[in-house]
């Protein structure tokens, strides 16, 4: 252990390399086999399919109502099938509410999960609307958003962004300044849902990184030159949260490693931001302080710490917030 008892870089996980890769598309080969393959063409030609449909027809469906309908609609869903149809999220949810506010009542602690469920519904059925926003600049306020102007006319620019709020809105925000960011991109589970996705980041003038390992060196490049990447480091992957760290120990397998190590390779300024909602589709826009990582004597001497000052700055914020936190509904990592 260094000093202060925090690991050091060779006593932290190291960060594996994640490489996505899509299914292959079943074909009538698969069928007549029978067994898994056999369902798994059931699943993608038929049942996929179905969903697709429904997940299709509400969102062109969503587009025909006011803004506000369409998000207070999502709230109703929300508060009622989380907890009927998503028994495994609500365990999750609920055990880290009690682990993370065990000053509050059992009463309180419900009426957080409640929220948290409101807004989840929200944010799926907003995404018919979200791109509205950008002609009416009076549902959001913005606060400090020269910060991030000013990182990105100095030189290589990292954002981060928190998945509060509604981060889809966080593109059309920073087109006020110009600024229209690469950032590493997982599609969602689901064809439709994944079609839906990509088509209203794109819209919102977003540009894609590959995820994963793909997406590392076209960052590098861009970095390098100059440019600016948006990275998320408030991440839950396989049901556990990776970060904030939430008094954890460091570790290299989320993007709070690998932000910090692009900043030391390429330079950049680290730029947090995030938003909150209001009341309905209206929303205030924060960014943080930036922060330019302090010199290292040896590469890597300081990755803990690099770690340690990222979350530092985000943590707080999510922890004061978590009725709004996408990832309330994982499992914090085990000490």
Known sequence: ???????????????KAWIFSQADRPGLADLFAGGL??????????????????????????????????????????????????????KRARDTIRQLCPEKTAEEQDALFRENCRMQGRLMTEFSVVNRIAKHP???????????DKAVREGPTIIVSMHLGNWEIGPILLQRINVSP?????????????????????????????PGFQGVRPAM???????????????GFGGVIRGPLFGREPHMEGN??????????????????YNLRTEGFRFVGYALPA?????????????????????????????????????????????
């Open 1 to 15: 252990m260094t000093q202060g008892g925090k690991p050091s870089k060779s006593e932290i996980s190291r960060r």
């Open 37 to 90: 393959r056999g369902r798994a063409f059931r699943r993608y030609w038929v049942t996929d399919n179905f969903w697709n449909g429904v997940n299709l027809l509400g969102f062109f469906g969503m587009k025909l109502l006011p803004m506000d309908v369409c998000s207070a609609i999502g709230a109703r869903l929300g508060l009622f099938a989380i907890p009927r149809f998503y028994k495994a999220g609500e």
């Open 221 to 235: 490049k861009i970095l390098k030159n100059g440019g600016v990447i948006n990275a998320f480091c408030d991440e």
């Open 138 to 148: 009076e549902r959001i306020t913005l606060h400090g958003i020269d910060i991030i």
């Open 182 to 210: 690469h950032s590493f991109y997982l599609p969602p589970n689901g064809r439709a849902k994944a079609w839906i996705a990509e088509r209203v980041r794109r819209k919102a003038g977003l540009q894609f990184l590959p």
């Open 291 to 335: 922060i330019k990582l302090p010199h290292e004597e040896t590469p890597g001497a300081r990755t803990v710490d690099d770690i340690l000052l990222l979350n530092a700055a985000l943590e707080p914020v999510v922890r004061a917030h978590l009725d709004q936190w996408y990832y309330l509904d994982n499992a914090l990592r085990r000490r």
């Open 256 to 273: 709070l490693a690998l932000v910090v190590r692009l900043a030391r390779a390429t330079g950049a300024t680290i730029c947090p931001w």
